[in-house]
């Protein structure tokens, strides 16, 4: 079935150090969404990139869609201590015609040292 | 907007009990979702519905029901709760199937 892998899987970071996950799926996607996960809490919606090698810019934190539609990244400049929390990607689940919920990776821990 | 309400919080159940986890949204969403998460993984989806009266099952629906009466209300029944059913469960709702997802606070689920 379809699959969504993310790597790493934990990255210990220097309070201030860039920070980047990567998300690949075994399918084309319409579209690849980020959520970030605090500690304790729910996944809470980030961004959606639609269009084949797609950029977008939220403060620090950079996404990109891959030219193929398969791939994804995030990357954020200069850590902060509010950054700590799990980052999940996560793409349309297809099935017979049209999309039944979403697929997620299994997200990247990020850990933040003072 | 209250968004996604999830009850309860917490909840430890014994071995062989039954539960119901409620899930209510106010978004008018069609499309709503039941997923677990277990520690360090990602989010399973166990069962999802397209509308009201209309669900089928996820990736990982064994032990658990669901029925949605209505647009607003989505509950997930746990029959016979086994410890493999411990875990995180969110209820999720979206206005389209296959994009931004709203998540519920969470019920954390302990079996005995």
């Known amino acids: 079935g379809q699959q969504v892998m993310q790597i790493p899987q934990y990255q210990h970071v220097q309070e201030g150090e860039d920070f980047t996950t990567y998300c690949n799926s075994s399918?084309?996607?319409?579209?690849i969404q980020w959520y970030k996960q605090r500690p304790g809490g729910h996944p809470v919606f980030l961004i959606q990139l639609v269009k084949s090698g797609e950029v977008k810019k939220q403060k620090r934190l950079t996404f990109q869609f891959g030219e193929a539609k398969k791939n994804s990244s995030l990357h954020i400049t200069a850590t902060q201590t509010t950054d700590v929390g799990t980052y999940f990607c996560a793409g349309p689940t297809m099935a017979g015609g049209g999309a039944d919920g979403l697929t997620f990776g299994k997200g990247t821990h990020l850990i933040i040292q003072p | 907007n209250a968004g996604v309400t999830q009850t309860p919080k917490f909840r430890i159940l014994k071995i062989g009990q039954s539960m119901t986890l409620q899930c209510t949204q106010d978004?008018?969403?069609?499309?709503m979702y039941w997923y677990r998460q277990d520690p360090g993984m990602g989010l399973k989806l166990i069962y999802y519905?397209?509308?009201?009266?209309?669900?089928d099952k996820g990736e990982v629906p064994n032990g658990y029901n669901v029925s949605r009466s209505t647009t607003e209300d989505f509950p997930l029944r746990l029959e016979l709760a086994a410890p493999s059913q411990t875990s995180v469960y969110f209820c999720?709702?979206?206005?389209?199937?296959?994009?931004?997802?709203?998540f519920g606070q969470g019920t954390r689920l302990t079996v005995v």
């Open positions: 519905s397209v509308g009201a009266g209309i669900t």
């Open positions: 399918t084309t996607l319409s579209n």
């Open positions: 999720a709702s979206s206005d389209r199937s296959g994009e931004q997802a709203f």
């Open positions: 978004m008018n969403h069609n499309y």
